[in-house]
């Protein structure tokens, strides 16, 4: 059974970072991108970023320039790393795995998707 798993959500101040995690397992994930999503309430679900098997990296261009996605393929991690928070930045952040980045960055639906961990930015 596939899982993935996010951690490193809470409660941030503004101007500061996150570094947030996504553990997957139960297969093999060999050529899968793995992306990050969040939700804020009221609002739809946005791409904040992916990254290939390759490690090549796409990001949203609400994030753009504040944002580093890496991923660790032996251990089937992967990180989001965002700088300069802005209360904007409030969601619930997801992680999703799929084959094909258009589908990532374009397509509504995932293979695989984490519950999701919640992060707050205060001023």
């Known amino acids: 059974q596939v899982q993935l798993v996010e951690s490193g959500g809470g409660l941030v101040q503004a101007g500061g970072s996150l570094r947030l995690s996504c553990a997957a397992s139960?297969?093999?994930?060999?050529?899968?991108?793995m992306g990050w999503f969040r939700q804020a309430p009221g609002k739809v679900r946005e791409f904040v970023g992916a990254?290939?098997?390759?490690?090549?990296?796409y990001y949203g261009d609400s994030v753009k320039g504040r944002c580093t996605i890496s991923r660790d393929n032996a251990n089937n991690t992967m990180y989001l790393q965002l700088d300069n928070l802005k209360a904007e930045d409030t969601a619930v952040y997801y992680c999703?795995?799929?084959?094909?980045?258009?589908?990532?960055?374009?397509?509504?639906?995932?293979?695989?998707w984490g519950q999701g961990t919640q992060v707050t930015v205060s001023s």
């Open positions: 999703a795995l799929d084959r094909d980045i258009g589908t990532m960055i374009y397509g509504n639906e995932h293979e695989y």
């Open positions: 139960g297969r093999t994930f060999s050529n899968y991108t």
């Open positions: 990254i290939k098997w390759s490690r090549k990296t």
